[in-house]
């Protein structure tokens, strides 16, 4: 069974440009959450999709964007690249979405890069 | 001021030793709280997971909670060299369930 995959593993873009990050959810699980985590900090909730529509969204401008497919895989794109947004960002899924507890697993994260 | 504050380290310790990491929070309304394990280039795995205080235990790990103090604790017995890592505590809120809200992280380094 496969876990949480995302992709590309790496990225390097300019400021200004836009970027698009991909997720595939632990097989079964049908809600995905995004994370940003900035070097040396812990991971920030940047937005959550269930259903194909957007949930619950942390304090993160519009230029940070989402989807999610019926499949339940789930991209970022993130537009107007700052030299800010470079971190590493992380996909979680999970099983359900608003219970009461539910274990989120992540993947190993994209890399960007923002020169 | 941060919801949740760790002490992110670096902290060094030798192979066997009891390690003690904490994490306190200013939101009492958090309810589950969790240790994620984060190795270097790789995503967050929990650990453990506990809700409301009390103790939990896990083979050589424990979980601490201390919602009167709002103060949580992991403890690593008997310390080996593949526990090094960056240790992140996180918590959820009632009602949201599945936003985690993380501290920044301490990382352990054992040392042989």
């Known amino acids: 069974d496969a876990g949480v995959t995302q992709s590309p593993t790496h990225l390097i873009k300019t400021r200004g440009q836009q970027v698009t990050l991909r997720c595939s959810p632990k097989?079964?699980?049908?809600?995905v959450s995004w994370y940003q985590q900035a070097l040396g900090q812990g991971p920030q909730f940047i937005f959550q999709?269930?259903?194909?529509?957007?949930?619950q969204r942390g304090n993160f401008p519009d230029r940070f964007s989402g989807h999610q497919f019926p499949n339940y895989s789930s991209e970022l794109n993130v537009n107007a690249l700052l030299l800010g947004d470079s971190a590493l960002y992380l996909c979680a899924s999970s099983l359900e979405w608003d219970t009461t507890y539910n274990e989120q697993f992540f993947g190993p994260g994209t890399r960007l890069t923002v020169l | 001021q941060k919801e949740v504050e760790q002490d992110p380290g670096p902290l060094s310790v030798p192979e066997g030793a009891i390690v003690s990491l904490n994490c306190t929070y200013s939101n009492s309304a958090f309810q589950y709280f969790m240790w994620y394990r984060q190795y270097s280039r790789k995503g967050p795995e929990l650990l453990m997971y506990t809700y409301s205080s009390g103790n939990k235990e896990d083979g050589r790990f424990t979980a601490q909670v201390d919602k009167s103090s709002k103060y949580i604790s992991l403890f690593i017995r008997d310390s080996q060299p593949s526990d090094s890592a960056t240790y992140l505590c996180a918590m959820t809120k009632t009602g949201t369930a599945s936003k985690l809200t993380f501290g920044t992280g301490t990382r352990l380094q054992v040392t042989l």
């Open positions: 999709y269930y259903e194909e529509e957007e949930r």
């Open positions: 097989s079964g699980h049908d809600t």
